[in-house]
């Protein structure tokens, strides 16, 4: 185990150098002259071009690249172009909110999920199996921008109960992380029906009804265990994709995450917090998988772990 975890983590290199050299020709590709933006549209031709050599943005490509990465070796991610300051301190007030809100909605979506999953399963074909159905198809169909704005509009508008966005207490999660999570739970419940349903007709399963076992025992027991493989492998991609994907969400409730830093910085062209962002939601998704594949091992080990 030890060894393919630290095979996994060697390989992390090349896969953060190339996803850095995408990104970074990707950003420069972006329409707009951040030298502009920072000087001042009132700016002088002379007054914008020194902006762009104190800033870098003279030198060649390639050379902003490696001037870059030797920086970001030495944990200097470099500093905003709008704000002035270090990238890391922005990093600090911005990903940890983003972190309790993406754990907030897994949590609550795996537990529904698998609840909603598990009864649409034992209960196949019959009222609570076409509820259960009813509801993950809504959760997974209901757009996260407007789902959002029906909330807030219901929650915080009409009844007052909850905040509209920002971050003043943990009810502040609770609307944003239902939003998010709404398609999560939906497909835990729809692969946790299906993984279900399939476990239930193999050969142990009845043969350990047939020893007299409790249905309770033989569901949960037996087949949800070897059922939860495949939740697992969704599950764990899927919150990769939160941590880096909540932009909408966090628009929407005008919450201070990452994602929202994020859209803030495409739009003023802000290239160390763009990069810096990117590289550290693909760290992100690749520890995740790193995870699932450990878990992998845990729920059956059986499963052998390339090493």
């Known amino acids: 185990m030890l060894k393919f975890i630290s095979r996994r983590l060697v390989e992390v290199i090349p896969i953060l150098i190339v996803v850095s050299i995408v990104t970074f020709l990707f950003i420069h590709l972006i329409p707009g002259d951040p030298a502009r933006l920072v000087a001042g549209k009132d700016a002088t031709l002379e007054e914008v071009e020194n902006v762009r050599q104190e800033l870098g943005l003279n030198k060649p490509v390639i050379t ?10 030495t944990g200097n991610l470099g500093t905003s172009l709008t704000t002035g300051l270090p990238v890391i301190d922005m990093f600090k007030t ?7 809100l993406t754990f ?12 909603i999953g598990v009864l649409t399963a034992v209960f196949k074909n019959r009222w609570p199996d076409y509820l259960g159905m009813i509801v993950a198809v809504s959760g997974i ?16 508008v009409q009844l007052g109960w909850l905040p509209t966005g920002g971050i003043d207490s943990l ?7 239902i939003t998010l999570g709404a398609g999560i739970m939906s497909m835990i419940a729809r692969f946790t029906r299906s993984s279900l349903l399939e476990t239930l ?6 043969t350990s009804r047939a020893k007299g076992l409790s249905e309770k025992t033989v569901i949960f027991g ?14 764990g991609l899927q919150f990769g994709f939160l941590l880096g994907g909540s932009v909408v969400v966090e628009t929407v409730f005008s919450f201070p995450g990452m994602g929202r830093l994020l859209i803030d910085s495409i739009a003023f062209r802000d290239y160390p917090v ?27 080990p059986k499963i052998q772990l390339n090493s």
């Open 64 to 73: 902003q690249y490696f001037d870059y990465m030797k920086n970001m070796v």
């Open 94 to 100: 911005r990903f940890m909110p983003s972190v309790y």
């Open 104 to 115: 907030f909605a897994m949590i609550w979506a795996t537990i529904f999920g698998l609840l």
């Open 141 to 156: 169909s209901l757009p996260g921008f407007w789902l959002g704005l029906l909330l807030i509009q219901f929650f915080s």
């Open 171 to 177: 009810q502040s999660y609770i609307l944003p992380s």
């Open 201 to 206: 007709q193999a050969d142990y399963i009845r």
């Open 222 to 235: 037996h087949a949800l265990r070897n059922s939860l493989i495949s939740v697992v492998t969704i599950a």
């Open 274 to 300: 763009i990069q810096s962002a990117l590289l550290l939601f693909a760290l992100e998704f690749i520890l995740v998988n790193l995870i699932v594949d450990v878990l992998y091992k845990i729920l059956n």
